[in-house]
């Protein structure tokens, strides 16, 4: 069994790399630099069942998505995809195109502007067998990170 301890750690890691991609990007570096461009984050927090509440243990994801160029960059938001164990979900397009976003949905990204979105993912569903796995984002012109996630036994 996971203690919460060790799940307090790894939302905190998570956390830790979500600031240091931030940290990165509002450095002064010059906008032509080779870094310009989109940069995705991700982090992931396993929410066990809750006594007298209908909702499954799930998977709660943020994702960070940054635009440190000098143009409006298009996100191709039909190119995201959520990769869970190294695979392509294949509902990603689905997932993301459900719940609050900006109005028009998520298209241009204006020069220094970002979008962050959450969602839940039912640990059964997605995430197959207790243990370790491991989740990122995609898109054209993106890759997050991929971080490791656990899954205790007894939800």
């Not at 996971?2 to 990007?25: Q, Y």
Request: with cysteine; net charge neutral.
């Amino acid at each position: 069994m996971v203690s919460s301890r060790i799940l307090a750690e790894r939302s905190v890691n998570h956390l830790v790399s979500l600031f240091a991609l931030t940290l990165c990007l509002a450095a002064s570096v010059p906008v032509r630099s080779q870094c310009a461009g989109l940069h995705a984050a991700i982090t992931a927090h396993f929410v066990p069942i809750k006594p007298g509440y209908g909702q499954p243990a799930h998977v709660q994801l943020v994702f960070l998505l940054i635009n440190d160029s000098d143009t409006a960059v298009d996100v191709k938001a039909g190119s995201w995809k959520i990769v869970v164990d190294g695979v392509d979900l294949r509902n990603s397009d689905f997932i993301f195109g459900n719940g609050p976003m900006p109005v028009g949905g998520w298209t241009s990204l204006e020069p220094g502007h970002y979008y962050e979105l959450g969602k839940a993912l039912p640990a059964g569903d997605y995430f197959h067998g207790t243990g370790e796995h491991t989740v990122s984002w995609k898109g054209t012109g993106f890759r997050s990170s991929t971080i490791t996630i656990s899954i205790p036994s007894n939800p």
